[in-house]
């Protein structure tokens, strides 16, 4: 990392340079904002250490200068005067941190800059990969389905993911909402930028207030050292709150002043820091109630519900299991039609009070148990025990007997014959797979091993 130390005392842009060089940075040092804006004029750096109280240009003159001509490059103040209006003025335009002039200073200031590089890099992967997000965001999202109410949330979804509003995603458990949080992110100007997900419900809130916002060293027992939270994790791209009617109501209160002046300080700091993240939320509580019984503050309500979507139960959206049902045997790795017509119709009719997520460990279970065959409706965990209510037809069998592989064969010719030859339509009819169905006719001498399929004109 090439850094530029500014310091009108020049014993001391020298001795910041020199300490900051035995750290394993490459540096150059000035005297003043005036020759600091000239070396930057000629010279690309990776940051900017500069002093605050200067001749004019002073420290935040040259910050701003520094933000408004070279927005990529790193900036940190340091000053022996510390004021925490001017440290607030200071992040909010731009600085990476401000530093005293006290103790071993300048090794808090490497540890910053060790930050920023860490972050750099972290943002030029993403930024490698915008151009393939971008080309496949409108292909390839994450939620599945063609139901007239999943493609209205996805409506939503779109149009609230060009602007920076707070989202709050609201649905059962297992409906879906973190998907839609990361397809808002994907479809966003953020993309190219961090995705972060915390769970509010899964830490107790002393872990979680340090989760978030991050904790000076020593704040409490075993904090070690400095950490950055999860806001700052998320500077420049988005911050997904799940479970978010869990967030303790102590902590609702820095939470929401996090959101509407995206400034907070550090458990232990003093130190206001300000990250630039867009907000998602999700909750699967009803927050109304919680408002009434005092349990969730009304204004961090107000604030969170700027937009919500609705997410439905898949019980309300049968048409969308089928192409659910595709997607998780894609990714078990699983063929197509590994499932009968008849799990199929067991699945489409069963009602999910675990929504999308039972679906899926349905599915993988029955996977499991079904092994090489076809998965039936005795691999459903739901169906396993249930009769079969369809109305099916059986032969009786007449008093001379009759022949089972002669009556396979004839109602194998009999669903083609229907079927006009459409192998895919007479499996259908068979309540069989494609697969099953070839097995079958090869064994009646109906079709040779590695047969073509001309004729069925079914693309599966």
Known sequence: ????VVDDEVKNAELVAAELRDAGFTTAHVAGGAAALERLEKTAFDAVVT????????????????????PATTVVMMTAFAGLGTAREALKL???DYVEKEGDYVDVIARVLRDAAEKRELQSSNR????????????????????????????LA??????????????????????????????????????????????PEALLESELFGHEKGAFTGAVRQKAGRFEDAHGGTLFLDEIGEMPLALQVKLLQAIEEKTFTRVGGNRPLTVDARIITATNRALEDMVKARTFREDLFFRLNVFPIVLPPLRERPGDVPRLVEHVLRRQGAPPDKLTPAALRALEGYAFPG????????????????????????????????????????PRIPPEGLSLEALEKELILQALERAAGNKSAAARLLGLTRRTLYSRMEKHGLRTPGEGDDGDTDAE
């Open 51 to 70: 002093d605050l109280r200067m001749k004019p240009p002073d420290g935040l003159a040259l910050l701003a200068e520094v933000r408004r001509r070279w």
């Open 94 to 96: 731009g600085a990476q």
């Open 128 to 155: 490698a990969l915008a151009a393939t997000v971008e080309s496949l965001r409108r292909d390839t999202l994450p939620v599945v389905g063609d139901s007239p109410a999943t493609r209205a949330a996805l409506e």
């Open 1 to 4: 990392m090439n850094v530029l």
């Open 158 to 203: 779109r149009k609230v993911a060009a602007t920076d509003s707070t989202v709050l995603l609201r649905g059962e458990s297992g409906t879906g909402k973190d998907l839609f949080a990361h397809t808002i992110h994907a479809l966003s100007k953020r993309a190219g930028g961090p995705w972060v997900k915390v769970n509010c419900g899964a830490l």
């Open 355 to 394: 929504n999308v997520r039972e679906l899926e460990h349905t599915i993988e279970r029955a996977l499991i148990l079904a092994g090489a065959d076809d998965v039936t409706p005795a691999h459903l965990s739901f169906a396993a025990s249930t009769p079969n209510s369809e109305h099916s037809w059986v």
